[in-house]
């Protein structure tokens, strides 16, 4: 089982590049999402999505985009990077967030990224 | 205002050293508290959801219990493999977010 997917493992880019982190999952989950994990902060909540063609804001939403066109793909875009965003970007899936049901996320190995 | 708290964020135990890490957190109408473990590198992996104050799971060395405010991972006679970070997330009825603490980072000493 593949799990979820995240691609690349490392990243570095120059201030106002752009580029996409992508994530897959195979478990055929319905909700996903992207955070950051930055030292001292913990797991930050930056986009989710609760089924096709349905994203919402999290906690840190400014400078990246969302979009989920399939159950299975959910990729991550900065538009004009910039050092601020260098971090831990981890993916992160789970079965429903239906009230009334705790399915857990489960969540891929993460893309370290450095913004020059 | 922090949703999740866990404390201590550092703790070295000899081999064989028990001891308990805390997660407590202040908003009301708890859907499910998360405990994972992460590894340098790595990912965090899932361990146990509690449901309701007085739940309790066990997992090898581990057992996580669960009150109205707060959750407690013990770790008995631990081993230099149980050293990783350890992170609790919240759910709550009100919302479809995870919301996760800043960890306790766990150094098992032989």
């Known amino acids: 089982n593949a799990g979820v997917t995240q691609t690349p493992k490392f990243q570095v880019l120059k201030t106002g590049q752009s580029m996409t982190l992508q994530c897959a999952q195979d478990?055929?989950?319905?909700?996903m999402s992207w955070y950051r994990q930055d030292p001292g902060m913990g797991l930050r909540l930056i986009h989710y999505s609760v089924g096709a063609g349905i994203t919402d804001q999290g906690e840190v939403p400014n400078g990246y985009n969302v979009s989920r066109s399939t159950t299975e793909d959910f990729p991550l875009r900065l538009l004009s990077a910039a050092p601020s965003q260098t971090s831990v970007y981890f993916c992160?899936?789970?079965?429903?967030?239906?009230?009334?049901?705790?399915?857990?996320?489960?969540f891929g190995n993460g893309t370290r990224l450095t913004v020059t | 205002e922090d949703q999740v708290t866990q404390s201590p964020e550092a703790l070295r135990l000899q081999e064989g050293e028990s001891s308990s890490l805390n997660c407590s957190y202040t908003?009301?109408?708890?859907?499910?508290l998360f405990w994972y473990r992460q590894d340098p590198g790595k990912g965090p992996e899932f361990l146990f959801t509690?449901?309701?104050a007085g739940e309790e799971k066990e997992k090898e060395r581990l057992k996580a219990t669960l009150t109205k405010k707060e959750s407690f991972l013990h770790i008995t006679a631990p081993k230099p493999e149980d050293s990783a970070t350890y992170l609790c997330a919240v759910t709550f009825y009100t919302g479809n977010q995870f919301y996760f603490g800043t960890g306790t980072s766990l150094t098992v000493i032989p």
């Open positions: 478990m055929n989950h319905e909700y």
């Open positions: 908003v009301s109408g708890l859907r499910g």
């Open positions: 992160a899936s789970s079965y429903s967030t239906i009230s009334g049901d705790n399915s857990p996320l489960h």
């Open positions: 509690l449901y309701s």
